[in-house]
């Protein structure tokens, strides 16, 4: 039986991984006190009798709680930003390529990737490695997601207790410095020469999201249609359980022509859409930022760690 620990439970994310594992008879989660929690000392010595520790802490605490695991034996799962894009750790996305899931496998440390960067990544990572989208290509995306992506401050904006006004109503951008804390990730992992125009947007829903990415034909090395660039992505994940492909003919599954960000919540999976034409194309991935962007990819990324069937407490 594989002992783990996650440390930062309380908050959105921790705990959805906790509620997941909970129901787990091949594991054992282990505890600390309140008192313990905040004793390095206490920490260290639970951190280091885990086969696993899954950190749902704020960038800088994490950093903190790597120092104290100096046990062989111990792996760890970061959810924050902090290791992202650093050489020493594994980004924590299985479908990334075909040597990916086993790079996690033979990992102590994995990087859990951000949830407007896995639809991204997904969406686009495919395209550059098919020499499709060159790495200069100016790239622009946009992501709509809810409110839940902000955790519990802005949850609690959002929740009907905490009472509703007027501008809360419709879509709200924000990052507007343009310096979200997901491009270094979007930019290192897909290879692009230069960070994306990204624009996120938190809509009045409290999970789910879509990152879009426009390509114009005109700017690409070589000719290529909409429907082309589909059945790249179809050959792409071909056997991949948590990635559909939606059939290019994609009506059956919008809502009367709207594509809603919502309809991958409760779900592990990523659905990756191609709209358009010879001349312009839109990609977008829908998600639950709290599913694939988030608990779901930890989960997933500690069952290939432990060498346990993957999909376990997922679902597609």
């Excluded at 006190?33 to 885990?50: D, I, L, M, T």
């Excluded at 056997?239 to 059939?247: A, L, Q, S």
Aim: glycine share 8%.
């Amino acid at each position: 039986m594989h002992t783990i620990f996650i440390d930062g439970r309380e908050g959105t994310t921790g705990l959805q991984i906790q509620e997941r594992l909970s129901q787990r008879t091949d594991l054992r989660l282990l505890s600390i006190s309140e008192e313990g929690r905040k004793n390095p000392e206490v920490k260290k010595q639970v951190f280091n009798e885990a086969d696993l520790v899954i950190l749902c802490l704020p960038d800088e605490a994490s950093r903190e709680a790597v120092k104290l695991i100096d046990s062989k034996k111990t792996k760890v799962i970061d959810t924050s930003t902090a290791f992202r894009t650093d050489k020493e750790w594994t980004y924590g996305l299985p479908e990334l390529n075909s040597g990916q899931r086993e790079a996690i496998r033979q990992s102590q440390k994995v990087a859990n990737p951000g949830c407007h960067a896995t639809g991204f990544i997904m969406a686009l990572y495919p395209l550059i490695q098919e020499q499709i989208v060159p790495p200069d290509y100016p790239v622009v995306a946009q992501s709509l997601t809810g409110y839940s992506g902000g955790g519990k401050k802005l949850i609690g904006v959002y929740e009907p207790e905490c009472g509703e006004t007027g501008y809360l109503r419709g879509p709200r951008f924000y990052a507007l410095s343009l310096k979200h804390k997901h491009l270094p990730e979007m930019q290192q992992v897909t290879g692009l020469n230069f960070p994306p125009l990204f624009t996120p947007v938190v809509g009045h829903f409290y999970q789910g999201m879509v990152v879009s990415i426009p390509l114009v034909t005109r700017l690409l090395p070589k000719k290529i249609s909409a429907r082309e660039v589909h059945e790249t992505l179809v050959r792409y994940y071909r056997g991949e359980p948590f990635v559909r492909v939606i059939p290019f003919e994609s009506g059956f599954f919008l809502d009367n022509g709207f594509l809603s960000p919502v309809e991958c919540n409760q779900t592990d999976r990523i659905d990756l859409f191609v709209f358009g034409d010879d001349q312009q194309i839109l990609l977008a991935a829908r998600l639950d930022n709290l599913g694939k962007g988030a608990s779901g990819a930890a989960v997933q990324n500690m069952n290939i760690m432990l060498g346990v069937e993957e999909g376990l407490s997922l679902k597609p």
